[in-house]
């Protein structure tokens, strides 16, 4: 049974209610780190069933949406109003060959591009918090709704995470 764009969405953003969305992204990172430390690159590929994906494949995605979510905020910036595309994330998985890469590597990436996004939200002023894009299957998301969005798709991966590492010991 697969949700429509706007239970995923409240799912996405339940995940990070009530939390600072800057602070759970801030921490994501060392997250992301601490919970893959020691553990062997051929386990971390290994997917807990053909459906899903596996540890280094949640990881490779992640700082690939850290790419895209980098790029829709810019573009929003640039041109309040802009159009913002959609993409299939199992598509890119396969294209990305998100099976083969090295998910410590996939870490360094996130963290990188993450901290270049989070200089960038530090710089905003008040009223550009409010800019936004129409997403072509969410509709119109500001820049502010975007960050929370992002803090709840963190949260959301890391406890996929959680779970997939906890059944596989």
């Known amino acids: 049974m697969s949700e429509t764009v706007q239970q995923y969405t409240q799912r996405i953003l339940a995940h990070a209610h009530g939390q600072d969305p800057i602070k759970v992204q801030s921490a994501t990172p060392k997250k ?29 995605h992640l700082a690939d949406v850290e790419i895209v979510y980098g790029w829709r ?42 901290e270049a996004n989070l200089a960038l939200l530090k710089s905003l002023s008040p009223e550009q918090w409010k800019h936004f894009g129409h997403h072509a299957e969410r509709g119109q998301e500001s820049i502010e709704h975007i960050v929370r969005m992002v803090a709840g798709h963190d949260l959301n991966h890391i406890r996929q995470i959680e779970a997939i590492l906890k059944t596989a010991k």
């Open 32 to 60: 992301l780190a601490r919970l893959i430390e020691g553990i062997s690159t051929a386990k971390l590929r290994k997917r807990p069933a053909p459906e899903k994906w596996s540890v280094a494949e949640i990881l490779a």
């Open 73 to 114: 905020m810019r573009s929003i910036l640039g041109a309040p109003g802009t159009p913002v595309q959609a993409y299939d994330q199992n598509a890119w998985v396969i294209s990305g060959h998100y099976e083969k890469r090295d998910p410590r590597k996939s870490i360094e990436l996130q963290r990188t591009v993450r």
